[in-house]
């Protein structure tokens, strides 16, 4: 998971919130207003520790303009908003916003992947239980941070008898596998059930 921590200095302000999530594959932006201007110096933005930090911005010129931009950039009121696209599980970290010697309170970026794939794995959508028996279904998503899986039973939730468990986060996906098992006995009532 990745997420934006935003802090105010004096003279650089930097936002949009002390956290702020990036979703995988979208765009997130944060924006940098230099409050006390030094004229004839550049204002940027860098990631990375602030011993060795990686340049990415300078004014409005980006070093690199396939993934990150500088819109809008004000230069007349000092405001530089740094846009991140399609951003990758490798954008997560710290940037700050520079200008002569100073630089704002580093912003931390988690990144974060919406639950994917998401299926039931021993059932069809059809399945005949029997009444008195204990019935298991199972569920598998993946997603990062880890997903929450809850099942309902005719839109009533269900914690009875549910378990889940994650898997390691994968290397190559950086996605977290979630596998949630509900064991529910059917009372003798017949009629369809909608389990979810």
Not at 24 to 32: A, I, P, T
Request: net charge neutral.
């Amino acid at each position: 998971m990745s997420t934006f921590f935003i802090y105010i200095g004096a003279d650089i302000d930097v936002g949009p919130s002390s956290a702020v999530s990036a979703s995988l594959g979208k765009s997130v932006s944060m924006w940098c207003k230099v409050n006390t201007v030094t004229s004839g110096l550049s204002t940027e933005w860098v990631r990375g520790p602030s011993a060795t930090p990686t340049l990415l911005t300078q004014d409005c010129v980006s070093v690199d303009s396939t993934k990150y931009s500088v819109n809008p950039c004000d230069q007349t009121n000092h405001n530089f908003t740094l846009v991140i696209s399609n951003v990758q599980f490798s954008e997560a970290g710290r940037y700050a916003c520079g200008h002569s010697s100073m630089s704002s309170d580093r912003i931390t970026v988690t990144v974060i992947a919406a639950p994917q794939g998401t299926r039931l794995l021993n059932s069809t959508a059809d399945t005949k239980v029997t009444a008195q028996q204990d019935t298991t279904f199972l569920c598998e998503t993946k997603a990062y941070p880890a997903a929450t899986v809850t099942w309902e039973v005719d839109g009533t939730a269900v914690t009875s008898g549910v378990t889940h468990s994650n898997s390691p986060r994968d290397v190559t996906t950086q996605l977290i596998t979630t596998t949630s098992t509900l064991k529910h006995m059917f009372q003798k009532t017949q009629g369809s059930k909608t389990v979810t």
